[in-house]
């Protein structure tokens, strides 16, 4: 069974920075595009970012361009997501997904994680 697992999340200042990791077991990583969406209480869970196979392709939600950045280690089977000056908003549940087909739509998804917390104080 493909296992996608999120670790890194936590408490954070306004400002700060986190580095969300996401080590997939039991799939052939590479040929998977790789995806991070977020889910904040009371919200639908939200596109974040997305890179392609070899990591050459990237997108970002607009709320996060230009201080997220998105990066895969294929030898690894991990990708990150590297968060800088963080906001209060940004406060959420951060999923992994991996993806055949590249996009930010969340049914493209087939496979995610558990989700690990990331909250961002004022």
């Known amino acids: 069974q493909v296992q996608l697992v999120e670790s890194g999340g936590g408490l954070a200042p306004a400002g700060g920075s986190l580095r969300l990791s996401c080590a997939a077991s039991?799939?052939?990583?590479?040929?998977?595009?790789m995806g991070w969406f977020r889910q904040a209480p009371g919200k639908e869970r939200e596109f974040v970012a997305t890179?392609?196979?070899?990591?050459?392709?990237?997108h970002y939600a607009s709320s996060v361009k230009g201080r997220f950045a998105i990066s895969r280690d294929n030898a690894k089977n991990t990708v990150y997501l590297q968060m800088n000056s963080l906001k209060p908003e940004d406060t959420a549940v951060y999923y992994c997904?991996?993806?055949?087909?590249?996009?930010?739509?969340?049914?493209?998804?087939?496979?995610w994680g558990q989700g690990t917390q990331v909250t961002v104080s004022s």
């Open positions: 890179i392609g196979r070899n990591g050459g392709r990237t």
């Open positions: 997904a991996a993806a055949i087909t590249y996009g930010s739509r969340s049914e493209l998804y087939g496979y």
């Open positions: 039991r799939l052939t990583f590479g040929p998977y595009n």
